[in-house]
């Protein structure tokens, strides 16, 4: 067994105990693999999956995954690293599908990590929050977005976004409310999962999934 492997179960072992909601939804999915979506990407460090995440900013997975794509095209299908990046015109991007905003975001972030600024390396060794506020400093990355970049490249076990619309409909239909949870609320019901957040979202939004 993988150390993957082990922490996941390790993790669905503790959640099934500390939560009866979640111990129903396990044992009614035990094939449950929080790391399927990921899978479907191409493989990326914290940088790609920045770019990533700043690109599905307020649109549907399977357009940022279509806008993604693109760019990746333009790299042999591969994802660019930061020098490549900084050196693509911002129109480029923009005839990719990226809006003006999420371009410059983009350029400003492959520049940052291009002259030294950031570093990848010394950024995964950081703590969860200290990573979220070193790079919620550049203009149009939040919580939400490195959040996501945590999740995907590092697979950062205690992640929740309470203020994902998905996960909050997601909780809404799991615990049975009569209403949709506000963040705060999702925040506050997340306290019960540490420290394995990021698998518990994982398992309710997969519950969530048609099929």
């Known amino acids: 067994m993988t150390a993957r492997a082990q922490e996941i179960r390790t993790g669905l072992a503790w959640l099934h105990a500390a939560d009866p909601v979640l111990a129903r939804l396990i044992d009614e999915r035990p094939d449950f693999d929080p790391d399927a979506w990921i899978r479907r990407l191409p493989a990326m460090g914290l940088f790609g999956a920045l770019v990533f995440a ?7 997975v399977i357009a940022a995954m ?15 690293n930061a020098d490549e990046l900084a050196a693509v015109d911002p129109d480029t991007l923009r005839g990719l599908g990226l809006s003006r905003r999420k371009a410059a975001t983009v350029l400003d972030l492959a520049q940052r990590f291009r002259d030294g ?4 390396g010394e950024l995964s060794e950081l703590p ?3 990573v979220i506020g070193q790079l919620t400093h550049i203009k149009g990355v939040g ?18 976004r309470p203020a994902d619309l998905a996960l909050q409909h997601a909780v809404q239909t799991a615990y049975g409310l009569d209403r949709l949870p506000t963040p705060a609320e999702v925040a506050e019901l997340a ?8 698998l518990a979202a994982s398992l309710l939004l997969a519950a969530a999934r048609p099929g």
């Open 54 to 60: 700043i690109i599905g900013q307020q649109i549907s």
């Open 66 to 80: 279509a806008i993604f794509a693109r760019l990746t095209g333009r790299f042999g299908g591969r994802v660019p």
């Open 117 to 120: 600024r950031l570093s990848e």
């Open 128 to 130: 969860d929050q200290e």
């Open 143 to 160: 919580p939400w977005t490195v959040q996501g970049a945590l999740l995907i490249a590092l697979r950062r076990p205690d992640v929740v």
């Open 191 to 198: 306290e019960r999962w540490r420290p394995y957040r990021s």
